[in-house]
């Protein structure tokens, strides 16, 4: 089980553009994740540009907790990952959005509180900030343009630890099968009235091209599946169509 | 094989402001996707706040094609997907975003060319322009705060086709072990120095303890991987703190 107290912590360090904040607390806010840290924010804290951007996600600003530096924001933390594009030359533990989001799953299940890193959005992390996280993440994008922006790269991430935390089953709650296909009975009803009628309106200039096109519409129609309504419908449709004028 | 000249166009319909138009298409420069489509922008095209928020994709920008409604910008396309968070009571065809993401790898294979619509920042797509897709796309957010802004909303889908065209090798091209540890001789040499001068120091009180404590650090070592250079720091840091002050 996926413990929720142990969601992870979205640390903004040194964050520039309120707007930028604000977005990433929407993007939180639309993935669930609700623990906002800020390292030294440019332009002061509180920050209207911020509250305005968050679009419903107010709450996550106001709860939004600030730190001078990112060993005190973190000081109830035993993982820390560390999103950036740079190649590093240390010899850190490197992994995929994706596998970053899983993983950090997985240290809730073991009551394990994760923090995530994202720098400023003109540079991102530096090394001196990169050296607090034991983890650097990396997500799969264009080599020659990978610079994203601060909401969106907080975006992606919550985005995929959604995924992970939620499970297949939960991902997809609206995915379901809404069209209710006709009776087969109803179906090939109206099937055979449509023959009836192309018959009456002397559609079918031989035979073969009359076998062969009704296979055609028929084939249309299964591989369509009309519901009862539709159906409805399509019998209205080629009423009116076959009415004298 | 994938096929990159059928990569699926984004259709932004109505979006009200430019710098969305700007964050989206430097999300789809982020992830390799190069043909912008705008429908009824609110504040006319050209837009400067577009070409200054698209932040390195201003050829994105410069090539966006401009057209008076979705008929017309879909001419030469033969899937169209929409993105959006609403529940729909007709009976459309629904994915998830990276369902539709891989289906549309799947098309670019078979030589069918795919486009996404993004509806207004506002209200999302209406009924009208929903009309005019084959398949809704539903990202898996939360419930009851789904309502996403456009340029995170077009990344989240570029993010998801690139994982899905660029596949799992090209996925992680910078996931890599950089550590290369050093050999176990050397390891080893460095164990039994530490207890060398562990037992000079008169570290241990107990044999028990001392056998406990060695089991301990050499499983902390082993597991840590020091590589050669982190070694010879060690072996510095023992050297330094042993020596007499």
Redesign the interface.
Known sequence: MVDFSFSPHIILVKPQLGENIG?AA??M????VSSLILVEPRDGWPNPAALSAA???EKIIQNASLWKDIPQATKKVKRIYAMTAR??????L???L?EAAQEIVENQKRGILSAVLFGPERSGLDNEMVSCADTLV??????D?????L??SV??FC?EW??AS?GRS???????I??IPADKEELFNFINRLEKNLEECRFFKTPEMRQETLRNLRAFFQRAQP?AQ?LKTLHGVITRLSSPR
């Open positions: 977005m929407r993007a806010g639309n993935c669930g679009a419903g996600a190649r590093r030359s240390r010899a850190l490197e992994k995929n994706a990396h997500i799969p994008l264009e080599p343009f990978s610079s994203v922006n909401g969106q975006m992606l985005y959604r995924k939620h939960a991902e997809n709650p609206a995915i379901e809404k069209n519901n539709e």
